[in-house]
Every structure is written in structure tokens, then in C-alpha cells.
């Protein structure tokens, strides 16, 4: 009986260590995540509505990702603030711009399709339209 009772406590122990040590390796890749976003500032090196073009839009526009999920949209020496999430796990960022267009057009929650050492390439689609966004590092 007293095998059983340390047995279980062992199982218990060994089963919340896993699952603590899954929480933090998940923390580490998030963790990660935020400070690849943060070191470096980004362009938009390509945007797409459906067969448009509208990269152009962006012309200029450099951001600043900070590590308290704002954004911050520099152009001219005008500073235009926003918000931002990421999700290691779901592979999706969300963005959240206010100031209207151009930047509303990447408001909502962009699927990051694939990614190199370059950037992320992302999607969503809008009214059955694909948008596609594309950040590269400056």
C-alpha cells in the first residue's frame, strides 16, 4: 500500500514537472518571438490585395515593434502609434492601427505562412479577398 501512495506521488511529481517544463519552453520560444520582433526596425517589402498592388503605400514607413506590444509607424518624422500580438504556437501576429489608411489595411490577425531570416511572409483574408503582407528587417 505505502508503494502505491509513492508511486502516485512520484507519478504526480514527474507529470506537473512535464507539464511546468512544457509552460516554460513555450515561454522561451514566445519570449523569442518578441525580441526577433523588437531588435530590428521593419519595412513593408510587399502588400497585396487579391491581384493589387499596393506596396507603394507603405513607401517610407519604417516600424518599431516594442517589447509591450505598441507599434510605432515612422514616416517623415511622424510618429503614428499601434498595437501588435504574436503567437509563437498559432503562428499568427495581429496588428491594430487607428490612424486609417494606409495603416488600417493591416489591422486584423495575419497567418505567418513562412518566414526566413528576412521576415515574415503573412496572410488573412478580408470578405473572401487574400490579403498578403510581406515585413522585411531594414
Do not use: H
Not at 522561451?28 to 526577433?36: G, S
Not at 507603405?58 to 515593434?65: A, K, L, R, S
Not at 509563437?88 to 496588428?95: R, S
Request: with cysteine; hydrophobic share 40%.
Amino acid at each position: 500500500m505505502m508503494r502505491c501512495f509513492l508511486f502516485a506521488g512520484c507519478l504526480s511529481f514527474a507529470l506537473l514537472s512535464l507539464s511546468s517544463c512544457k509552460k516554460a519552453v513555450e515561454q522561451k520560444k514566445q519570449d523569442a518571438l518578441v525580441d526577433a520582433m523588437t531588435a530590428s526596425t521593419w519595412y513593408i517589402g510587399q502588400y497585396l490585395e487579391g491581384s493589387n498592388i499596393l506596396t507603394g503605400d507603405f513607401d517610407g514607413y519604417d516600424f518599431n515593434f516594442k517589447s509591450d506590444y505598441t507599434v510605432v509607424a515612422s514616416k517623415a518624422g511622424v510618429n503614428l502609434s499601434g498595437s501588435w500580438t504574436a503567437d509563437v504556437n498559432t503562428k499568427v501576429l495581429t496588428a491594430n492601427f487607428t490612424s486609417g489608411l494606409p495603416l488600417s489595411r493591416l489591422n486584423g490577425t495575419w497567418a505567418i505562412y513562412y518566414q526566413d531570416s528576412f521576415g515574415p511572409k503573412m496572410n488573412q483574408f478580408v470578405g473572401g479577398t487574400e490579403l498578403k503582407c510581406v515585413l522585411k528587417m531594414r
